[in-house]
């Protein structure tokens, strides 16, 4: 996993919850990298589940919360930081684009990126997205969605049907957005 995503969750953590937790879920956790993460590098997923695990314990929510809100709080920062990626774009043009477009051009800067995919199926009130990655992180997914959602300000309703996959559990989802009237 790209370190952008451990440097921003534990900003996150930082913002919503406070230092010291973040401080304490790092020094709690057994992590190869003791904590020490730079926006370029690469790091094990295993680690993330490992912070957002020990962030539950302190917090007491669900770890499956937590990671949505953080995929809320990611699409913010993704905005603030690539406005480029949302010119032009309504929610579903702009989530359409994300395996072809964004993750093309992390491809470009990161080969070795190993990056979920996401497929977008237009149906006649919406459309559908399916989620597929080796690590278990369709909330993550579900989180940037909601965030999408919120940032463009349409009216979508999202369901979740989790899918069966050789990756385990929350390796594999699909999305149904219902632009609702």
Known sequence: MKGIVFT???????????EEIADKIIESAN????GIYTSMGTY????????????????????????????EH???????????????HNCQSFLASVDQIIHGEVRK????????????????????MHYQSR????????????????????PFQLNRQNLDSEHGPGTAAKFFLTREP
Not at 8 to 18: G, P, Q, T, Y
């Open 135 to 154: 690590r278990p992180f369709a909330d993550l997914a579900e989180g940037l969605i909601y965030g999408a959602i919120k940032h463009f300000n349409e």
């Open 74 to 88: 990611l699409l913010g920062r993704f905005h603030d930081m690539y406005p480029a990626f949302f010119k032009g």
């Open 109 to 128: 800067l990161y080969p070795d990126a190993q990056l979920p995919t996401f497929d977008c199926i237009e149906e006649a009130n919406g459309f559908v």
């Open 8 to 18: 921003e969750f534990l900003e996150m953590v930082e913002d919503k919850f406070s």
């Open 44 to 71: 094990h997923h295993g680690e993330m589940l490992e912070l957002v695990t020990r962030l539950s314990a302190e917090t007491g929510a669900e770890v499956s919360e937590l990671v949505r809100v953080f995929g």
């Open 31 to 34: 992590l190869e990298s003791k």
